[in-house]
Nanobody, 117 residues
Framework: VQLQASGGGLVQPGGSLRLSCAVS????????VGWYCQAPGKQRELVAN??????VYEDSVKGRFTISRDNPKNTVYLQMNSLKPEDTAVYYC?????????????WGQGTQVTVSS
């Protein structure tokens, strides 16, 4: 499984970005699809994911970020609005699925998001 993330960049506080993650296999087939972020000196943490029909958001992004998937295009999106400097991080897309009795994770290469004036 290959994931290609794009859409990161430099944006001013209050601005918006849309991240895209192109997946080499049908996204509908995965147990979960999501986005994680990792700021310098910190661990990678969940931003948002979709498991089945449920969507989960990290508390600090609720009401500002929206995760979605386009099954025909095999793409996962993260719409990021009202960006704050503390959102600055490398963002990674992730999909996982059950395989041989355990959950197997697949990661994209990461895309840098920098929020600064």
């Amino acid at each position: 499984v290959q994931l290609q993330a794009s859409g990161g960049g430099l944006v001013q506080p209050g601005g918006s970005l849309r991240l895209s993650c192109a997946v080499s296999e049908t996204v509908f087939s995965f147990r979960a699809v999501g986005w994680y972020c990792q700021a310098p000196g910190k661990q990678r943490e969940l931003v948002a994911n979709i498991i089945g029909s449920s969507t989960v958001y990290e508390d600090s992004v609720k009401g500002r970020f929206t995760i979605s998937r386009d099954n025909p295009k095999n793409t996962v999106y993260l719409q990021m609005n009202s960006l704050k400097p503390e959102d600055t991080a490398v963002y990674y897309c992730n999909v996982n699925r059950w395989r041989f009795g355990r959950i197997e994770d697949y990661w994209g290469q990461g895309t840098q998001v920098t929020v600064s004036s």
